[in-house]
Each structure stands twice: as C-alpha cells, then as structure tokens.
C-alpha cells in the first residue's frame, strides 16, 4: 500500500535579513552606484566565498526531512520551541513551498494550524464555514448536511451570525475544529491549538479524532502535550534544531524529545517567572535533586526524587504553608504537597533560605513527565505562586520499567500494589451488598 504523505529529504530555507546601509547624501549614492560593478566583479572572481557568505545569512528551518505516513495512522510530530515543526505543516498544507525536497499527498487535506486559520474576520461565523467547506472542495450540499452537527459540536450556536473578529481564541478554536473534523477530509493536519479550548472540548476533540482515526482517516497531530501524543498517535517523529532526530515507536519518540535538553542542567532559575501573591517571599529558584542530593535530570520509576527550593524572603514569616504540587503535561493536578501536612512548620528571617521537598518512591511511569508548580501562603494570604516551573521526567532504565509503559491507558503514576487470590466461601458473601 502506498502512503498518503511521502516526505523525501525535505529542507526550507529562510534569509535572515540584513540591515542595509543606504547612502544618506548624493554623493554617497553616486558612490555606491560607481562601485557596484567593482563588487559584483570580486564576487564573480571568487564564487565560493560568495556563496558562504551568502550560506550565513541562511537560517534552514527544515533539512533533509523525510518521512511516510499511511492511510489510517495517526503521526505525532513532536519537538522543542524552533524544532521545525510548524514550518512542516505549512509545506505539508500548501501554505509554504520548500526550498528543496518532495512532498507527495494523496487524499483531500484539512488544516487546523493556528486560531481561526482560514477565518475571515469580517464574515460571519455562518458563512466562514461555507467558505471553509468550499475551500476544501465540498459542495454546498454536502456542507448543509454536515451543518447542524458541526453547529452543534463547536458549542457557538448562539454566536454563528456573529463577525469572527468578535469572537474569543476559544470560540475560534471550536469553530475551526468542528470544520475541519466534520466536512470528511481524508488528512487532518492538526497543530497546537486545542490548549486553547477548556477540559471538556478538548475532550472532545480527542474523541473525535479517535473516531477519524477508527473510520481509516489519516491523522498528523502536532502537539507539546506528551500526554496527548502519547494516547491518540500510533507513530511520531521527533524534530530537533530542523533536521529529524527519531521516527518510530510513540515511547521511543517521548524519550528521545524528553532527552533533548538534559545537558542543559537541572537549576532553574524563577527571578523572571510569571507569578502572583504579595511579594514578601519569593522563589527564585528550583532544582531537581536525587536522594543523595545530586541534580538529576531524569527519574527513574521507584527513586527519591528532591525538590529544592531556594526562597528571598523580604520580611519575616512566621508559620509558612509551601506546597509541591505536581501536574501531568496536559494541566491535571496528580498530586500536592503541603509542608503542613508532614508535620513541618517555617518560620523565615529576612534573607536566603532553601528548603526541599521529598516524594520517596515515585512511580512515575516511564515516557511521563510531571510539571512542578510552587505556592506559598502566611495566615491565608498568598505569598508567592508560580505554575509550570521545572519538570520531573521519567525514562526506562530497565526492563521490569519498560513493561509498565506499553499500554498508553495506564496513566502517570504506578501505585504499591499487592494482588492475590480471594479463598473465602463466596456464598458467604451473598449479604455483603455485591460482589467482591
């Protein structure tokens, strides 16, 4: 069977503009126009220092790409900030032309790549999704079958002759969502834009594009959200600094991007973090620590992990509630830690002070990471609070480790668990209100 996206050794090439350096006087000008000549002349003599200078100004977005998808499969494309990853989906939606490389697709494509893509803003809720719908090649007929369950999914009846300008990220979102998954693309190109939407439209989505995947539909998924990856893609490609790093196995995939950035260290600095609270203590840095106290930027399922804490208090506290509280890619809160509830109490003199945190024998699944938010609070008041500041991340280390995350259903955590047979008298069980 042939794919339905063939990539073959893709590159986009973007000039990085110069500022240019214009005569401001006529003689100046008459100047630089005498000499153009004398330069394009010593560029000829010496093409090959002409083409590396021409090379620096180069910034290659994409290099020697390639990759297939088939019918039916659902592809995450994952990566740092800058890894290429949108510039892919616009060469793979048409918008953009690659510099060199191939790209073959078969099958009518739908795109989704930023808020209100395709959107006019000046049109009506109404009328952009007939304008979508034809610009998918969909006949007019076709799209009033389709409109009620479209209407309906997004969730902005109300608002459908309404002008898109006055609509919210969210509602954008769920209207250009509910196009794309319900006028029957055979190829659903999807960036990340479902953060955008709350809990229950994501939900949603999700189902949604299980249900194109069920149907034989092709699938390519952009997304940060390794939960989300993790449960609706069956392959994923891993894009680092434009070129391809991994293409293959999901769990592979996840360990691969989550090992990108480990030599960059496990202290993270908070001074210029987005925070809220009064300011009398703030955190202003974090660091990831193993038992015996040394950074660690991996967690292997079982260890201790230490969450240090280094806090500038500006006036004295007494009586301090800190919390750890640690949340899955997606936002879900898994688990919080007070200091109050260990028996702990702080009481904090004008100065530098640094505190830790333990969770012994965390079973984080391997392929998940858990994002570490900090709070901070005297006598009801919030002192300091800061979301998403660092990562505890997990990998294999072995093969018992592995087991544990071949079914994506599992979750994040794995619990202490003893399992065994049952050997009372079932019949002496019957008035116990059920079964066992």
Not at 173 to 187: G, K, Q
Not at 407 to 415: C, N, T
Request: with cysteine; hydrophobic share 40%; glycine share 8%.
């Amino acid at each position: 069977m042939s794919p339905v996206i063939q990539v073959s050794n893709l590159s986009k090439a973007y000039r990085i503009g110069k500022k240019l350096e214009r005569a401001d006087s006529l003689v100046g000008l008459l100047r630089d126009t005498l000499t153009a000549p004398l330069r394009n002349l010593r560029m000829m003599r010496h093409p090959a220092s002409a083409e590396s200078e021409r090379d620096k100004e180069l910034h290659w977005a994409l290099r020697d790409v390639s990759f297939d998808l088939q019918k039916g499969e659902v592809l995450g494309v994952i990566g740092r900030n800058g890894a290429g990853k949108s510039t892919l989906l616009k060469i793979l939606s048409r918008i953009s032309e690659p510099t060199s490389g191939e790209v073959k697709i078969t099958g009518r494509v739908a795109s989704l790549l930023e808020v209100g893509t395709g959107f006019h803003p000046e049109l009506t809720g109404r009328e952009n999704v007939y304008l979508n719908g034809t610009i998918l090649g969909m006949r007019k007929k076709e799209i009033d079958h389709k409109f009620d369950e479209i209407a309906e999914f997004s969730g902005v009846e109300k608002f459908l002759d309404t002008a898109v300008k006055r609509y919210s990220s969210g509602m954008k979102v769920r209207l250009a969502f509910a196009v794309a998954a319900h006028l029957d693309p055979e190829i659903l190109i999807i960036d990340e834009v479902l953060a955008v939407g709350d809990a229950s439209f994501q939900k949603r989505c999700i189902d949604r594009m299980l249900e194109i995947s069920r149907e034989g539909r092709t699938i390519l998924f952009v997304s940060h959200n390794i939960d989300l990856v993790d449960r609706l893609c069956n392959r994923a490609i891993v894009l680092r600094g434009g070129g391809l790093e991994f293409k293959g196995n999901v769990q592979d995939a996840i360990a691969c991007y989550m090992a990108e950035d480990s030599q960059q260290g496990t202290v993270r600095d908070l001074t210029r973090h987005v925070r809220s609270g009064d300011g009398r203590a703030r955190f202003v840095q974090v660091e990831i620590q193993n038992a015996a106290g040394h950074p660690c930027d991996f967690h292997s399922i079982g260890e201790t992990v230490r969450v240090v804490m280094t806090l500038d208090v500006n006036f004295e506290l007494k009586d301090v509630g800190i919390a750890v509280v640690l949340s899955s890619a997606s936002g879900n809160r898994v688990v919080t830690s007070w200091n109050r509830e260990a028996d702990t109490s702080f009481h904090f003199n004008q100065g530098q002070h640094r505190i830790y945190c333990e969770f012994e024998d965390l079973k984080l699944r391997p392929g998940h990471e858990l994002w570490v938010s900090l709070w901070m609070e005297d006598t009801g008041s919030v002192v300091d609070h800061v979301e998403s500041v660092t990562e505890i991340r997990s990998r294999a280390h072995d093969e018992a480790s592995r087991k544990l995350s071949t079914d994506r259903a599992q979750g994040v955590i794995a619990l202490n668990q003893r399992w065994g047979l049952d050997r009372r008298n079932p019949a002496t069980t019957k008035n116990l209100g059920g079964s066992l």
